[in-house]
């Protein structure tokens, strides 16, 4: 339950009493309403829990207000500002004495006025600093040209197997070690291609 009193309205024995959670009033800025287009907008309804707004005989957004909660979602969510919310007063249970009854207050209060106290920080505790180290910078490999070039020639004859369907398909769905056997036995059947399995089984 949101509190917009819609059972109540439609209730034929009178049965429920509903509170509304705030105090005020919703009106909409005639001077912005001129640029509303709830057709292709529609901001106001989308946000809005109690489902109060409809399209009115002018073509504007403008709520059913004994429907509506004063929650203001549609005041932040209008484009064009035309929706002013104001409130009165905020219904709730009676703040107790406790430690952080001031801050119930303020917070009620807030709630109220639309203005939230900005709370003192100064004396917050923070965190040391932290000093970092920066990584040393990392070795510079140095290969072997020979051992490179030895690298690219026995590679070289798998580079035409590699690009064949079948052998994407052996590798896409076997483990690796089972999927090297399966390749290298299809290079030794020559099921690549005699030139491929001539290179490949050298």
């Not at 009115?56 to 929650?71: F, N, S, Y």
Request: glycine share 6%; net charge neutral.
């Amino acid at each position: 339950c949101i509190g917009c009193g819609r059972c109540a309205q439609v209730c034929p024995y009178d049965a429920m009493d509903v509170k509304k959670p705030f105090e005020g009033e919703i009106r909409l800025i005639e001077k912005n309403l001129v640029r509303c287009d709830p057709l292709g907008c529609q901001a106001c309804f989308n946000v809005c829990p109690a489902k109060c707004w409809y399209v009115d005989e002018r073509g504007k957004a403008a709520p059913v207000k004994d429907q509506c909660i004063l929650c203001g979602a549609c005041e932040l969510a209008c484009p064009v500002f035309a929706i002013d919310v104001q409130r009165s007063g905020v219904r709730h249970t009676e703040v107790k004495d406790t430690p952080w009854a001031e801050a119930w207050k303020e917070a009620i209060s807030a709630i109220k006025t639309g203005e939230r106290k900005v709370p003192d920080v100064s004396k917050a505790v923070y965190p040391p600093a932290i000093e970092r180290v920066p990584l040393p910078a990392p070795e510079k490999i140095e290969i072997d040209p020979e051992l490179l070039k030895m690298v690219d020639e026995a590679l070289s004859p798998l580079e035409t197997v590699l690009k064949k369907p079948k052998v994407r398909q052996i590798l896409e769905h076997e483990p690796p070690v089972q999927a090297a056997e399966k390749i290298v036995q299809r290079l030794h059947k020559g099921k690549f291609g005699d030139d491929v399995a001539a290179r490949g089984g050298k």
